[in-house]
């Protein structure tokens, strides 16, 4: 339904335990798509290559790390001049903390979230930090309190504050 291009993409995760409190682990994606804006049409080749890592402390506490690099051979930014840009990189890390104090016996557990983004389109260019509040009123039914704290550059940063529940039937 949504994927109206004739090509394929490919996406690939790998990891492995080492010990009773680590994993280590890579992630690849290879892939190609037609983007269409107004009069103009590319067709992107991207691929994307990265480390992630996960350290366990029992099941109360999970550190999450994961590190991408993201190459895309044509882009088209929406903007005026030269809406093409040919070979951009990008770079992201994600971190993140679970905290559950009864481990999977929890009804209350927190989330805390960093993501940093560097690409050579600029406007791309962003981190956030998340704080993340979470109560399971059943099994597949839990209320969220999130707070996240966007910063695209000095001048412009802004805050997110949400809260809603999430069901699963």
Known sequence: FFDKDPYKNYLGRI??????????????????????????????QAYFV???????YSDKLEVNFQ???????????GMSGNPVMS??????IMGEVVLSPQGDQSDWYAVGLYNYVNSDWDPADYHSVT??????LRRNLRLGLEYTQVITDPSNTYGR?????????
């Open 67 to 77: 590190y991408i690099m993201r190459h895309d051979d044509q882009v088209l930014t």
């Open 161 to 169: 504050l949400s809260f809603g529940f999430v069901a699963g039937i």
């Open 15 to 44: 990891t492995q335990g080492i010990g009773d409190f680590l994993s280590i682990g890579a992630v690849g994606y290879i892939g190609k798509e037609e983007i269409a804006r107004e009069a103009q049409s590319v067709t992107n």
């Open 131 to 136: 704080l993340h509040a979470g109560y399971l």
């Open 50 to 56: 990265g480390p992630d890592a996960t350290f366990t």
């Open 87 to 92: 070979d951009l990189t990008t770079h992201g």
